[in-house]
């Protein structure tokens, strides 16, 4: 072995060991929460707190799940349709608006995105108030309409989108004009197709935004049944935090779940599209 490949090999193995080591930082808070939430309550109150507990049990998730005033499975659902049906209406409005700024010239192209950009730069809490009267008169407080609607027109999305298809090489939507094929026919035949990592990215980063998201849902919504997860671990953590702590655990880690078998599946889609996407543009 020459001294270039032991070289290698060394500098292989530093950069194991740190992503290991950076690794068990990132992936201690959410172990020592599971391990948590199979403690009895007066585990957990010890101090120092176990670790890792001799006598696991499920009891807690048990508790969870059969509490009169919680109804997990229903927040999940309720949680899991609202980002989904918004996702979906981010990507139908978001991809035609990219497309029309990255292909189309007309007099204040450049202006009109800067200016939809610096929206990015409002606090939400600025619009916070508008957005509630807003649903307050078209009557959709406390119902899907209000979890869906409001912030689908996503300038995140707008911008990601339209770098990537800036970067999609001109000469194939010139040989589909040659077809004859209009603008729509395109993007929808040329364009959406060679666009599936930078979607795949997008619909992703937008429903995990979405399935976490916690004020919006909160104010909205007001009957049991409608309430997101994120709001039901609120009021999990309200009501029993003080007495119950490993209850509050059992439900977080039920709420993290989803979002982590979401992430494995897709995280290659995730990495590629945002890498692909390259951010400056042309």
Known sequence: ???RTFNHLGQYGLTYVFLIIL??????????SFSQSLMTNQEVNRWPPPLITLTPTLDNYNTVFTQPDLKLATWLRNSLFAAAAYTTAVMVLCAPAAYAFARLRFPGNNIL????????????????????LLMRDLKFLDTFNALIWPGAA????????RQFFMQIPMELEEAAILDGASYW?????????LSTNALMALGILVFLGHYNDLLWPFITTSSIDMRTLPVGLQILNSSYAGQYRPMVLAGAVFATVPIIIVYI??????????TMTGMGGR
């Open 1 to 3: 072995m020459n001294s």
């Open 23 to 32: 690794s068990i930082f990132v992936l201690f808070p959410l172990l020592f």
């Open 113 to 132: 995105f800067g200016l939809l950009l610096i929206t990015v730069m409002l606090p939400s809490q600025v619009t916070l108030i508008p957005n509630f």
């Open 154 to 161: 996503n300038v995140f999305g707008v911008f990601l989108l």
């Open 185 to 193: 026919g395109r993007f929808r035949h040329v364009v959406l197709p």
């Open 265 to 274: 599946i897709f995280q290659r889609r995730i990495i590629k599209g945002v």
